[in-house]
């Protein structure tokens, strides 16, 4: 699965001319709805092994013509200084103090005794691990390059290296981990709760919906195709509850709710404010349990984030209405409040809007920010965990609010054809992992809600018309 992984979803540009795939992509539009969801169906039927022998024979995927369009090349500004979250310290503090910190009075190393390797880096990149390369390639733009293969990197050891701890994570409703690394590494562990293809209760409110692993995985991919580069890196893994979770957790609440279902397998609860008991148990088939692994983000202690209240966030309740679904007005004034009225802030949200919208996510209440860029940075998408539960139903909220009240549009790609990406991509892991990514009704959504985007932006861009001089709609958007 992990090979499949970075056969379908190629990190590198191509080297073909610009402008003729530029042209092609114009022409692979319109064709796009038709003969997508019939190249899906070749692509997906049959077995995992089956999707990585077509995805090497198929040659240069959809994703590698994509990203290599020009509006995914765009010249960047060149980046500051104070435009990097971190920075290594000056030449004369180097890394003797980092080693000085984890060596005991009898001047042994304590890493050695927990089972942490020992630290051995310098400023040489080359010594880093994965984990805190993606930290310093944090910039106020985005989480990471698409074409830093230190993205590849973190990806790959998410979804191999060996698991040293898993407690709890404090904080939020459902029940999620810290897995910890040999290397000081660590990522977000939300488990499988239920199949794939199970669409969320229509009679379920959006706030009682389970969180998702594949969404938080397909969520990754989604915004990193649609070029924002906002969610840290996600991978799915298979790993094996009791010598994984049970076996070496610290975290007594944890290990306390750790059971032996009727059918023989090992289930575990945890405690938090939803879904955690008995009857919602996440089980190992009997020990083997899927998962996804967000990459932790830098400690808070050297990036604080600021959190953010979505001007658009539902209202949680069974019965009382959000203030932008009852005041006709409500988006002028938010276009006038800071931090809203400068800057890019208000199509930032816009882009978070459409990312939501395709995944059908009603439940970003907020988003946050790095502190260290003050406004002027990009929104970090975290919590995707909701999205994805329907495919039959699309919700006009998520986009209407704020994109067709709000704003002309926000970047759009031309199309989305590498959303087949997350379709060829099982969970990397060992080769019984759960087959595709999304089921190929939620590919169908996909298709189906990028019409209505690029719909709804063409009416904005009708209406503006005469109001708003032609280069700046031609710059907003290509469709
Ligand atoms: N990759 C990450 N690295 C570090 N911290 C993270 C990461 N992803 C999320 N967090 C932090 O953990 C908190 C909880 O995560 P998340 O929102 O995914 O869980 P949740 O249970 O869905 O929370 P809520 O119920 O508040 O929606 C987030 O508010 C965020 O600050
Ligand atoms: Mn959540």
Known sequence: CLAMLQTACVFTPT?????????????????????????????LSGTDRKLVGEAK?????????????????????????????LRLKPEEEKSEKIQESHVDSNGESDSAVKGYDKISWTRDADTHPPWLRFHLGITRWQLYDRKDPSLEQVMQYLATERILGAVQKSGG???????????????????????????TDFNLFYFSDFERHNAEIAAFHLDRVLGFNRIPPVVGRLINVT????????????????????????????????????EHPVCGRPHALEVSLATFLPDLELASRRSW????????????????????????????????????????????????????????????????FGNETF??????????GRHSIDEPTILDAPLHTAAPAS?????????GCAAGVSVPGPSKCGGPLLSENHLSALDRRLDTVLKTVRECQNKLVGQVPTYILHNIIFI
């Open 15 to 43: 080297t073909s001319s610009s402008s003729a795939l530029f042209q092609r992509a114009a022409s692979q539009n319109t064709k796009l709805n038709s003969s997508a969801s019939r190249e899906r169906t070749t692509n």
């Open 57 to 85: 024979v198929k040659g240069p995927s959809k994703l590698k013509e994509l990203f290599s369009h020009p509006l995914y090349n765009l010249p960047h500004v060149a980046l500051q200084e104070d435009d990097w979250l």
């Open 173 to 199: 409703t459902q029940l999620k981990l810290i897995i910890s690394f040999p290397n000081y590494g660590q990522a977000l562990l939300k488990p499988m709760k239920q199949p794939r293809d199970a669409e």
């Open 243 to 278: 010598t994984e979770i049970r076996e070496i957790t610290t975290d007594r609440k944890l290990s306390r709710t750790f059971f032996t279902s009727p059918a023989g397998n090992v289930c575990f609860y945890g405690q938090c404010d939803y879904y955690c008991s008995t």
């Open 309 to 372: 209240r979505s001007p658009w966030r539902r209202s949680y309740s069974r019965t009382k209405l959000a203030q932008w679904e009852k005041d006709p007005d409500y988006c002028d004034t938010v276009k006038q409040a800071p931090p809203y009225d400068r800057g890019t802030r208000l199509v930032d949200v816009i882009d978070m809007a459409v990312l939501d919208f395709l995944m059908s996510n009603m439940d970003r209440h907020h988003y946050e920010t790095f502190e260290k």
């Open 379 to 388: 929104l970090l998408h975290l919590d995707n965990g909701r999205a994805f």
């Open 411 to 419: 970047l759009v790609p031309p199309q989305l054809p590498s959303v």
